[in-house]
Nanobody, 123 residues
């Protein structure tokens, strides 16, 4: 069983930056692909970014490509999401998730989820 705890959310002005972290425990972190998802008010949970076990492959949603960067540190059991040039439409609860399969954007593929961290971008 893997436990995931997100941190780093908060309130930021449009154009600003935030760095989210997700600390994992209870499993072999390097054996999981990791993903970030978000859920905006009244919307379904949506894919943001994912990274392979080694960190050598990353995928992004079109809406964040060029602005967000996912990375991981397997020695620290942590995955990060660097968010730059934030927009009000990025306001959401952000979740990290662990997937024992392939690097994917599919919500259904992920086995473990954190509780989420709120990101609010003011205009």
């Amino acid at each position: 069983q893997v436990q995931l705890v997100e941190s780093g959310g908060g309130l930021v002005q449009a154009g600003g930056s935030l760095r989210l972290s997700c600390a994992a425990s209870g499993g072999t972190f390097s054996s999981y692909c990791m993903g970030w998802f978000r859920q905006r008010p009244g919307k379904e949970r949506e894919f943001v970014a994912a990274i392979s076990r080694s960190g050598g492959r990353t995928i992004y949603a079109d809406s964040v490509k060029g602005r967000f960067t996912i990375s991981r540190d397997n020695a620290k059991n942590t995955v990060y999401l660097q968010m730059n040039s934030l927009k009000p439409e990025d306001t959401a609860v952000y979740y990290c998730a662990a997937d024992s399969g392939i690097t994917t954007s599919s919500v259904r593929a992920y086995d473990y989820w954190g509780q989420g961290t709120q990101v609010t971008v003011s205009s």
